[in-house]
Each structure stands twice: as structure tokens, then as C-alpha cells.
């Protein structure tokens, strides 16, 4: 999906226009039948094979990746074909997903910190089913901030820590967003997005775990004109996974990206941790 981000010089009106349009779009994401909501479990995958009741087949990894061994009246379809018995996905890169689908769910084997994981995802999951919507705060182009991005001369490996205790993620950083705030200078470090030359930036700030999650939220921020300069607009700051279930292993911002001031922007605390209740 492109990243369109609203101009901070757009009249409020249109502003609020165009956020409520970006809002709609990210809430359906959100609430895909087989998104994070819908996951069901998160298995550590080893060496021994390992059934689980939530997927079909017996799991293994080892260093040549990632084993299913399937009973003769199990099945799952992947990449379009239908698999039985024994099936190698072989080994998965580092971030990287692979799914498979057993009727109506879809399960997925992916690799994260250098481990090998199951994670199922049932569209009758009760987090999913029993989801509203995830409280926000009004949109404001006050928190549209135009800032200038800084590369680096080379993309620098950042480790996080991640949701998983102990778990260990490692991001290239090509640069850091610049921005300047209520008369103070701020810099972040910025990870790749998921567009060609858009940036990924991960915070938290004086008001996680107070009214927005404590361990994370982010703010994608689309590519740097040809003078470097980026909008950074907190009105649109997410959640990730690990701020709806227990079942992600999400990353953590890096130290220098933690904020001293209160962004009042974006999404706040999901009801499902706490953040209140969907009737109010």
C-alpha cells in the first residue's frame, strides 16, 4: 500500500478528511480475518516433531528449516498446491513469513531473532470476532511536523530488544529523521519501510503507558524529497501487533528514540489492553 501522508500546510478540514480516510483503511487492515488478531498461538519450533491443535501436521525445524509431517487425513494448500505427507519449507530468512492454509485458516511459519516459528491464524478467534475498533486521538495537524531526514554514510545494523523477553531483533538503519518541537531539536533513527525509499520509525514517548502503549508504537514516514525533507505525522502513529496480543514478537524502539515530550497523536492503548472501554 503507498504511503500518502497529508501536507501539514492542507486547511484542517481537509486534513481531518484525509486522516479519517487513512484511519478507515488502517482499522479494516487491522481487522483482516487472518491478521494478528486472528492469530491463535505462537510456537517455538526444535528439533523434535511437535503436533499443536491449532494446525495440522507434526512440526519440526532444524538447520535445514522448517518440517511439517502430515497424517494421511490431514492436508494443507501452499502457494496454490495441495501438500500431504512430509513437506520441506525449507530454510526461512530472518523476518520472513511463509503461509500455508488448513480450511479456513491460514498458518504461519516464519523466523524471528534466529528461531523458527508456528503461528496459527483462525478467523473465529475471539480477539478478532470481539474487535471494534482501537481508540485514537483526534487528528491534529499540529503533530504533522516537517522535519529533514539525515543518511547515514553507510546503513548501520541497530539490535533491539523485542515483546518476547530475551528475544533479540537487528535492523539496518539507513538514517535518522530530524524534527524540531515546541523549540527543541529531535532526532530518531529510522529503519526501512515497506516502500522503496520510505522509512519505518519506532518510539515511545511521555504518554506510553499512560494513554498509549507502553512498549512500542510506530510511525511510517513516506521518502525524502530531493532536499531530504520528510513529513512526520504522528497523527498517524500505530500499534504493533504486541500492543493487541501476547502472541507477537514485536520489536522494541532503539534507546535514543525514546521521546521526553507527550505526543498526544495517534493511536492510543488498545481496549483489549485495558485503554478503556469501546462504548466510551
Not at 169 to 176: L, N
Request: net charge negative.
Amino acid at each position: 500500500m503507498t504511503i500518502q501522508h497529508t501536507d501539514p500546510g492542507t486547511d484542517r478540514t481537509e486534513f481531518i478528511r484525509q486522516w479519517e480516510e487513512w484511519h478507515t483503511r488502517h482499522e479494516q487492515n487491522l481487522a483482516d480475518p487472518h491478521g494478528f488478531l486472528a492469530v491463535t498461538s505462537l510456537r517455538w519450533l526444535d528439533g523434535e516433531p511437535t503436533r499443536f491443535p491449532d494446525a495440522p501436521g507434526a512440526w519440526s525445524s532444524t538447520d535445514d528449516g522448517v518440517t511439517v509431517r502430515l497424517d494421511e487425513d490431514e492436508e494443507l494448500t501452499v502457494q496454490g498446491a495441495v501438500v500431504r505427507g512430509r513437506y520441506d519449507f525449507g530454510v526461512i530468512e530472518e523476518r520472513a513469513s511463509l503461509l500455508a492454509t488448513a480450511g479456513d485458516a491460514v498458518i504461519e511459519v516464519a523466523r524471528r531473532g534466529g528461531h523458527d516459528i508456528l503461528r496459527p491464524r483462525h478467523p473465529d478467534n475471539k480477539l478478532l470476532v470481539d474487535y471494534t475498533h482501537t481508540p485514537a486521538y483526534a487528528p491534529d495537524p499540529r503533530w504533522a511536523l516537517t522535519g529533514r531526514y539525515l543518511p547515514f554514510d553507510a546503513p548501520r545494523a541497530v539490535t533491539v530488544g523485542a515483546a518476547v523477553e530475551g528475544l533479540q531483533h537487528v535492523y539496518d538503519a539507513p538514517g535518522q529523521v530530524e524534527f524540531a518541537l515546541d523549540g527543541r531539536t529531535y532526532r530518531l533513527t529510522a529503519f526501512n519501510g515497506t516502500q522503496p525509499g520510505s522509512l519505518l520509525v519506532l518510539f515511545t514517548d511521555a504518554t506510553s503507558g499512560v494513554t498509549t502503549y507502553a512498549a512500542n508504537r510506530c510511525v511510517s514516514i513516506s521518502p525524502p524529497d530531493g532536499e531530504g525533507t520528510v513529513v512526520i505525522d504522528f497523527n498517524r502513529a500505530t500499534n504493533l501487533p504486541c500492543a493487541f496480543t501476547d502472541l507477537a514478537t514485536c520489536p522494541l524502539p532503539p534507546a535514543e528514540n525514546r521521546l521526553p515530550v507527550a505526543v498526544e497523536a495517534g493511536e492510543k492503548i488498545p481496549y483489549e489492553r485495558g485503554g478503556g472501554s469501546p462504548q466510551e
